[in-house]
C-alpha cells in the first residue's frame, strides 16, 4: 500500500462526522467577531500600526477566518460520513456541567460554600454513574476538605449563605469563619 493510501485510510478512520458543522460554527463565530472588530477596538491616529490596538485582535480573527473557510472547503469536499447530528449532540450534551456549574454558582450565596459545595459533589458523583457509598462518602469528605482547605489555610474569601443566618450565634461565627 502507499503511503497516500496509507494517510487517506488513517484520514477516514480518525475522521468525525460533524467537522462540517464545526466549521460552519467556528466560520460564523470569527466572522460575527470580525464583523465586531471596529466598534470594539480602538484606533489611534498617530500611532503606529504594529502598536494599534486593533492590529493584533484583526489579524488573529482574520486568521481565524480564513483557517475556518479552509476547514469548511475541505469539510464540504470530503466524503460524507453518517453519524454527523449524534457526533453535535455529543458536543451539545457537554454543556450539561456548564449547567452543573451554573446552578451551583447561583446556590452558594443562598445555601453557603460548605453545604452546596456538599451537595454538588454528591451530585456529580451520582452523575457520572457512581453509586456505592464509598463514593458518596468520598465526594462528601472531599468536598469539606476543600472547603476548609480554602477557607481556613488559604484564606479565600468566599460567599457566606443566607441560610447561616438561621444557626444559633456561637455555630454561625465557626460556618462564617471555617466552613
Request: hydrophobic share 55%; charged share 10%; proline share 4%.
Amino acid at each position: 500500500m502507499s503511503r497516500v493510501k496509507t494517510l487517506q485510510a488513517l484520514f477516514q478512520r480518525y475522521r468525525r462526522p460533524g467537522d462540517i458543522v464545526f466549521a460552519w460554527v467556528v466560520l460564523g463565530v470569527s466572522l460575527f467577531l470580525l464583523a465586531q472588530i471596529f466598534t470594539q477596538t480602538a484606533y489611534k491616529p498617530n500611532g503606529k500600526l504594529f502598536a494599534q490596538p486593533r492590529f493584533w485582535p484583526a489579524v488573529s480573527l482574520l486568521g481565524m477566518s480564513g483557517f475556518a473557510l479552509f476547514h469548511l472547503i475541505g469539510s464540504l469536499l470530503s466524503e460524507r460520513i453518517q453519524g454527523r447530528w449524534q457526533e453535535v449532540l455529543l458536543w451539545a450534551s457537554s454543556l450539561e456541567y456548564a449547567a452543573w456549574f451554573i446552578m451551583y454558582a447561583v446556590l452558594v450565596p443562598w445555601a453557603g460554600y460548605l453545604p452546596s459545595t456538599v451537595l454538588f459533589s454528591v451530585l456529580l458523583v451520582l452523575r457520572a454513574g457512581y453509586r456505592s457509598k464509598t463514593a458518596l462518602i468520598s465526594a462528601a469528605v472531599s468536598a469539606v476538605v476543600i472547603v476548609v482547605l480554602f477557607k481556613t489555610f488559604l484564606q479565600v474569601k468566599l460567599p457566606a449563605g443566607q441560610i447561616y443566618e438561621l444557626l444559633p450565634d456561637g455555630l454561625r461565627q465557626i460556618m462564617l469563619t471555617y466552613f
